[in-house]
């Protein structure tokens, strides 16, 4: 028979129109993945007179797909609730920073404060909040970057099972571990080529200019939070800077940080470098497991962004092309893709969602490649933050 308008227990759109359903095996899969009901094409195949199925009527499935609406909209809620979140704590971190460059007592409670309500979600929706650490700008500033490895350290904490309190701290140490750089030239961090050697050594010294605004401004910060100012920059072999630390003298939480920061640095492209596609900043990080990062963290770091991370361009085995929306977390290699482009190549009216773990068309509901955003005029920020 041929099989039209089904859809999962969440609603979501599983196969459209003229799908042949050629064995009782195949109904089984579609129940197994929470359909419960489905329209039957009867001017087309052969009637299965001795199986029982439930034939959902027009009214029926407006209801299922009010269901699923409702289950969408509630994620874009929460989406767009810590979307505000990180609006807030733009601006919060914009002040802080430029109090800290004019040398003003900055308040290190507003940013508690503005922590706290991140971590309240990262805790709630780990994957919602995770898309927002994906939102990038072109040439992004100090304050952006800043924001982003927060949201990935909170995140990743929060993914190795630390407590609240040490989310927090992860969230605080992500949004002040730059706060060095405000004492640099913006002309020299945003310099191409190379640098001189003064002017390495001077970019070098941000982590204790970090630690002497810290001292400077009397605010009582956790140790952890100090440890990644000083340590965001060591690397286990001993190569790093500015102290040359190997791996037990590296904090683990500064470790957090150096991943966070590393992904954040290779997604962000500048004025002078394309920015890397988000599985090729994961297998850059992978090289340098052992000898830059402890293996173990590198692992769960991959495993908490997925092997496509949130905001990868994809493109599927049935020529569909899409942005990775939400990572299935025991199923790294099938996320949800937003599907932008159709089969052929054109841009399709109304973006849809495909959630390839709850498809059994094994093979060509796959991720084929990563494609490059920028030559398809895509930019995955403005798909993973609430502008959909
Ligand atoms: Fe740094
Ligand atoms: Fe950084």
Known sequence: MFVEDVFNEKGILLYSANTLIDGYHEIENLRNQGVSSLYINTTKGTDIADYKIEITTPEMLGE????????????????????KVRQKTISTVRNMLSDARSGRMFSLQTIVKTVEDMVEMVLEEPDVYLRLGQIKEHCQSTYLHSINVS???TGFAAALGYSKAKIVEAGISGILHDIGKVKIPESLLKKDG????????????????????IKASSQKIPESSLKVIMQHHERINGSGYPRRLKSKQIDE??????????????TSGTDYRK??????????????????????LVEHFTKMLGIY????????????????????????????VMVLFDNNGERVQIPYVKN????????DEKIECSLDPLIYQINPSEFVSNKM
Do not use: W
Not at 285 to 295: K, L
């Open 64 to 83: 299922l797909t009010e269901i699923g609406i409702e289950v969408l909209a509630d994620y874009e809620k929460k989406l767009e609730q810590a979307f």
């Open 309 to 336: 991370p949130v905001g990868s361009f994809v493109k599927l085995a049935t020529g569909e092309m899409g942005i990775v929306i939400k990572i299935n977390r025991t199923s790294l290699l099938t996320p949800q």
């Open 194 to 213: 190379a640098l001189t050697r003064q002017e390495m050594d001077l970019i070098r010294q941000h982590p204790a200019m970090g630690i002497e605004i």
């Open 356 to 363: 390839l773990a709850v498809s059994d068309r094994e093979f």
């Open 253 to 266: 939480m500064a470790i957090i940080c150096t991943l966070a920061d590393v992904y954040d640095s290779l």
């Open 151 to 153: 949201v990935l350290m």
């Open 275 to 296: 920015p890397c596609l988000p599985q090729e900043a994961l297998a850059l990080i992978f090289q340098g497991s052992d000898e830059e990062y402890p293996r173990e």
